[in-house]
């Protein structure tokens, strides 16, 4: 990375610059900047510390971890590990998916609030030499240049920025102005829900971590962080002002019924400005690239909640991007064709994903949340109830994924002693 000091627009010279340091962002720019490549991965905020990112780390990216040699420095940090995801519908409780099988080194998905991961990854990058991740500076435009992408420009605390690079990667998430700016065209499959977000506190004697709570016309997931619960509510999409005119305490009686070990603390919420909404957008890119970009991750795909797999799918992004295209940036012939190819080998895994996220949010959860439906079991569990072993089919879904990545880049350089 280079940077003449003189002109008041500072330049920087990088062979990669990566926009958004979320999983998908973080894990390109340690793997590339492992392999030699010099890689410039910006973020707007100041810190990793956004509680609505999701906590869930998957038996395939532990696998990877594994694969870097750094799983057990990894799960030196605090964290939960779920083995069996059970769900309680109705009054039945339910093991919906028995992650006990699998053939990873861990059988368990880890519960780690993201920004722990996120640090976590952003010290492993800091090892190298080429890695350089940059807080605080918001990607605000592209730099085209001969009917192709050569940089970013940038807004840090110093002052305008312009990156120039050889490639630019766009992990800025669902809302992606980098998509935005290149005119990517965006397929919406459609979410019928949105997701209500708030802590309640946690006390000895709670039932261990289960997941989903659901009655009809409500849905609760619960996710264990320690002193407390991080809930998430499902309602139907748009209806948030409806129960805001319902009033808090009607909230409340929909939080217990669900979960009534709430019951002596729901009182914790007293006003609106406690609970988020998170918007819920399914969507995909016809194309994720032209010369001199790529979208991966949510930028190429927002992903539903549901089955908590988003984050692994941008991590899986970020490897075959890394696998394909960091020799190709040492050499510096990183052409159009190299980028279409991790669209094909990732497009068929987000495909069937978000085929699968579709099929739940409109045969399962649309009807809950109508709440005129009487609440039955969905087929496939009554069957996994009666034949346990079916339970591994989303355990293997849910905890590795389609078409799995291995890290196949070299680590080029000795790492620096953290
Ligand atoms: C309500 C909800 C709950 C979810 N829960 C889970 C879960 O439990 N488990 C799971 O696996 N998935 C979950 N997901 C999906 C998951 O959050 C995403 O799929 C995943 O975070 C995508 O990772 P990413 O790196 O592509 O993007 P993101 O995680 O969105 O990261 C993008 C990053 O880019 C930064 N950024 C944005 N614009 C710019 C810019 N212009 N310049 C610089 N930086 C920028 C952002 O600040 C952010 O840090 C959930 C989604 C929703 C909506």
Redo the contacts with the bound molecule.
């Keep these: 990375m280079g940077s003449p000091a003189s002109s008041r627009v500072e330049q920087i010279q990088t062979k990669c610059c990566i926009?958004?340091?979320?999983?998908?962002?973080?894990?390109l720019g340690f793997l590339l900047a492992r392999a030699s490549v010099d890689a410039v991965v910006?973020?707007?905020?100041g810190d990793?510390l956004?509680d609505?990112?999701?906590?869930?780390i998957?038996p395939s990216t532990l696998q990877v971890m594994h694969e870097l040699g750094l799983l057990e420095e990894f799960l030196k940090r605090p964290h939960n590990e779920l083995r069996e995801l059970d769900g309680q519908i109705g009054d039945e409780r339910v093991t919906i998916a028995d992650f006990s099988h699998l053939p990873t080194q861990c059988k368990f998905i880890a519960f780690m609030p993201?920004w722990d991961f996120?640090n976590f990854i952003a010290e492993q990058g800091k090892r190298y030499p080429t890695f350089h991740l940059m807080m605080e500076?918001?990607?605000?435009d592209l730099i085209e240049e001969g009917g192709g992408v050569v940089g970013v420009h940038?807004q840090s605390r110093r002052g305008p920025l312009e990156i120039r690079a050889d490639l630019v990667v766009a992990?800025?998430?669902?809302?992606?102005?980098?998509r935005a700016r290149a005119g990517f065209e965006i397929m919406d499959l459609g979410a019928p829900m949105?997701?209500l977000?708030m802590r309640i506190s946690r006390k000895p004697g709670d039932p261990v971590q289960s997941l989903g709570h659901v009655e009809a016309g409500c849905f609760l997931i619960t996710?264990d962080r320690g002193d407390y619960w991080q809930c998430?509510f499902l309602i139907r999409k748009g209806s948030f002002a409806e129960f805001q005119r319902r009033g808090m305490e009607a909230f409340h009686r929909e939080l217990v019924k669900l979960a009534p070990y709430l019951s002596d603390r729901i009182e914790e919420l007293k006003d609106w400005k406690q609970v988020s909404l998170?918007?819920?957008?399914v969507d995909r890119l016809r194309t994720w690239c032209c010369r001199g970009l790529l979208c991966?991750?949510?930028?190429?795909h927002?992903?539903?909640?549901i089955?908590?797999?988003?984050?692994?799918?941008?991590?899986q992004?970020?490897i075959a991007t890394a696998n394909a295209l960091a020799m190709r940036l040492r050499e510096g012939n990183v052409d159009l064709e190299a980028l279409r190819e991790v669209q094909r080998r990732r497009e068929f895994p987000t495909r069937m994903t978000q085929g699968i996220q579709l099929f739940i949010q409109n045969r399962f959860i649309s009807r809950v949340l109508s709440g005129n439906q009487r609440l039955r079991l969905p087929l496939f569990l009554k069957l996994a109830r009666r034949w346990p072993i079916l339970r591994r089919i989303p355990a293997r879904v849910v905890g590795i994924g389609f078409r799995p990545e291995h890290v196949r880049t070299p680590e080029a350089l000795p790492a620096h002693s953290s």
């Design positions: 926009v958004g340091a979320g999983p998908a962002g973080m894990m910006l973020e707007k905020h990793f956004r609505f990112r999701g906590d869930t998957h993201q996120l500076t918001e990607g605000t940038a992990t800025d998430g669902r809302h992606s102005a980098m949105d997701v977000w996710l998430a998170l918007s819920v957008t991966i991750g949510d930028s190429a927002a992903m539903s909640p089955g908590g797999v988003g984050i692994n799918l941008a991590i992004d970020a």
